[in-house]
């Protein structure tokens, strides 16, 4: 007579099989959806940045302030409390140079880090540049992944790398580059890989 059905090994060789390959895709898939959820945090705070240079050049007009003096006082209105710095790395593993390295690390009502540099004067129509860390000092704190930026303009916020190709934005935004075009790639609708 014919045996009809599994043996145990045979199902305990399928049931260690299952478990290997969960093993294996469920990181990918964890990191996919907190970058999803990160990216999606990123698009949202694109309207209180519209709104904060609204209030900048209402209250500059209206006082007659400098630049850099209002955009501080109005940015104090979104600040919670100070943070200890922490270290935030490129995507591709290595420390940003001086202008992507920030010191005075500020908490936001919604838990994101929020850190400024402001030139003394103009450079090229940039007045400064700006640091948001979407989910605060949780990790993993690199840019392209949890962490984007902005030129700060006397007129508008513009995202690292807005006037760069499409293409030249998606290079970067890989493993093997810095993720700071990533800020721009993302509102543009560049898919992460």
């Known amino acids: 007579m014919k045996k009809q059905g599994f043996t145990i090994i045979e199902v305990s060789i399928l049931f260690v099989i299952f478990l290997i390959v969960a093993f294996l895709v469920a990181p990918l898939s964890l990191d996919d959806t907190r970058l999803a959820k990160n990216i999606s945090r990123w698009k949202s705070v694109q309207g209180d940045f519209t709104n904060i240079f609204y209030t900048v ?5 209206q006082n007659k302030t400098n630049f850099n003096q209002t955009f501080q006082k109005v940015l104090e209105n979104d600040i919670k ?3 200890n710095p922490y270290r935030i790395n490129f995507m591709n593993g290595t420390y940003p140079n001086d202008t992507y390295r920030f010191k005075d690390f500020k ?3 919604s838990n994101a880090t929020l850190s400024v540099k402001l030139f003394e004067s103009a450079q ?3 007045r400064g540049v700006l640091m948001y860390d979407v989910n605060g000092k949780n990790g993993p704190n690199i840019w392209g992944k949890d962490v984007f930026g902005m030129n700060i303009y006397e007129d508008r916020f513009e995202p690292f790398c807005k006037s760069d190709s499409m293409s030249r934005q998606k290079q970067d935004c890989s493993k093997n580059g810095t993720g700071l075009c990533c800020s721009s ?5 560049g898919n992460f890989d």
């Open 81 to 83: 409390n100070d943070v």
């Open 107 to 109: 908490n936001t009502y």
């Open 57 to 61: 050049n209402t209250d500059r007009n």
């Open 185 to 189: 790639y993302y509102l543009m609708g």
């Open 124 to 126: 090229d129509e940039l």
